[in-house]
């Protein structure tokens, strides 16, 4: 807990220091969030039969999307980009030889951005309801919370193999490249999964992301209960279950392999 108290505390007053990015990032929602409502008005009245699950709204739809990939780029780049500073600020071998256990030094290092994740998913669905008027009026927040904690114990299992990329190759992540590049077009964050040709369809399955926003739409647009979002629910837990220590497992590899080399400070 002090390891996770002394990260948090580090990078609260890093980022109090940039009050303008700080303004700016949340005027950046806004202006998302305004473009989107106007791209849904031109679709007017008109329901896509694809829309119908989720309420028939286009502009609630890609609400959802737009707030919760936002996890997906953080689990991307977040842990690398810990990895990453603690190379150029030459924090990084201090910590990783530290008695300290590798698990919670990378948990604790990018514990602050997920908490300000959390905290932009609030105002963008603040902005979307308040502002642009959609309706959330049907969300299970008990079911929304429990999708947002097992989306990131999956989303983290990934970010954790990019940040042992970038330990051993230090530029040139495949992870985030594959990831960051398929998602956008398989997980439907801007439109369903169900437009998808068919074969696409099979290599979206194969994404957390397909699940995570799946479900987090059911249960913030239509109110799904826990049981009811249960098949979304168990992929979710068996992509943390395999990819949580099978992505430990790669990090110790690289930080052996790094150590090896005396390569671990390098950038």
């Given amino acids: 807990m002090s390891v996770a108290l002394a990260f948090l505390k580090r990078d609260f007053s890093l980022n109090v220091s940039y009050r303008v990015s700080f303004v ?71 910590m990783l030889l530290s008695p300290t256990r590798l698990g919670s030094i990378l948990l604790s290092s990018s514990l602050w951005d997920y908490l ?15 502002v642009f008027g959609a309706d959330l009026s049907q969300a299970n927040v008990l079911s929304a919370l429990l999708v947002l904690v097992l989306s990131i ?8 193999i990019s940040a042992a990329f970038v330990l051993v190759l230090k530029k040139g992540d495949p992870i985030a490249w594959v990831f960051g590049s398929v998602q956008s077009l398989l997980a439907g964050v801007m439109y369903p999964v169900s437009v998808l040709p068919d074969i696409l369809q099979k290599f979206s399955a194969l994404l957390p992301l397909t699940y995570s926003l799946e479900a987090m739409r059911l249960a913030v647009l239509k109110g799904y209960s826990i049981l ?3 098949p979304e629910l168990l992929a979710l837990i068996a992509f943390a279950v395999v990819l949580l220590p099978l992505s430990l497992w790669i990090f110790r590899r690289a930080v052996r392999q790094a150590k090896k080399e005396g390569s671990l400070a390098q950038y």
């Fill in 228 to 230: 009811q979002l249960l």
């Fill in 153 to 160: 114990l999956a989303f983290s299992g990934i970010g954790i």
């Fill in 116 to 130: 300000m994740n959390c905290f932009t998913v609030i105002i963008y669905l603040l902005f979307g309801a308040l």
């Fill in 24 to 94: 700016l990032q949340f005027l950046g929602i806004f202006f998302g969030v305004a473009t989107f409502y106007f791209v849904a008005r031109v679709f007017g009245q008109a329901v896509s039969p694809q829309l119908q699950a989720y309420g028939g709204d286009y502009f609630s739809f890609v609400l959802v999307g737009l707030a919760f990939s936002g996890f997906t780029g953080l689990a991307l780049r977040g842990f690398a980009g810990a990895i990453r500073e603690g190379q150029s600020m030459g924090t990084l071998e201090l």
